[in-house]
């Protein structure tokens, strides 16, 4: 039997823009992609939490360290600049990765650049950067 499980997570980054006439797919920073180990072209779930959409689409690279993440085509009518989104993939794992298995979650600053990577049991609650959250 396999399972779907969270692979990576880019928590609480910020919507640089949103483009209509652009083929599809999410724009993210080249260096969040490496630091979650999001592949250009993976299937990614994007939650808005500004607004409550979500959406699956496809991961592109933007420049690194550009701090960009861009929703594209139609994708784009479900935020806005300036929204906090969370960007998700997951996996599917048999029981003997299921042992071993551990999701990268990467928490960004408000330019979206990496400030801490967390891996599997580290991820319990820290009330330092829930406290730090963008709303």
Known sequence: ????????KIHNCTLTDANLEYLGSISIDRALLDAAGILAYEQVQVVNKTNGNRLMTYAIEAPAHSGIIELNGAAARLGMKGDALIIMTYGQLNEQELETHAPTVVFVDGGNRPIEIRHGNELQFDP???STEKL
Do not use: D, G, I
Not at 1 to 8: G, I, P
């Open 1 to 8: 039997m396999q399972r779907t499980l969270l692979l990576a």
């Open 128 to 130: 330092v950067l829930a």
